[in-house]
């Protein structure tokens, strides 16, 4: 069974660091370049961050120097490191990889 699991999310003052972590079948992350993805309320789903199979990473402007993706490829899990958060990081986190998502994860930054 295809299986995406997020965790890690929750209520951060701006300024504030969170990990992320989804968990992934080993059928889905052993073949593919894995992301996260973001939704904020009104707003279209925008890509985040991603990792290849090779761990080469690609950041959306607004995140660069600021957050880090990574995957440990023994746990099939891929991480999301976000530091220095803003209000406006606000948003419910979705971790995909090989077409499939996961449930999503909510990322509130808030004084």
């Known amino acids: 069974q295809v299986q995406l699991v997020e965790s890690g999310g929750g209520l951060v003052q701006p300024g504030g660091s969170l990990r992320l972590s989804c968990a992934a079948s080993?059928?889905?992350?052993?073949?593919?370049?894995m992301a996260w993805y973001r939704q904020a309320p009104g707003k279209q789903r925008e890509l985040v961050a991603s990792?290849?199979?090779?761990?080469?990473?690609n950041y959306v402007d607004s995140v660069k120097g600021r957050f880090t993706i990574s995957r440990d490829n023994a746990k099939n899990t891929v991480y999301l490191q976000m530091n220095s958060l803003k209000l406006e990081d606000t948003a419910v986190y979705y971790c995909?990889?090989?077409?499939?998502w996961g449930q999503g994860t909510q990322v509130t930054v808030s004084s």
């Open positions: 995909k990889g090989s077409g499939f």
């Open positions: 080993p059928i889905i992350f052993s073949i593919s370049a």
């Open positions: 990792i290849t199979v090779s761990g080469i990473t």
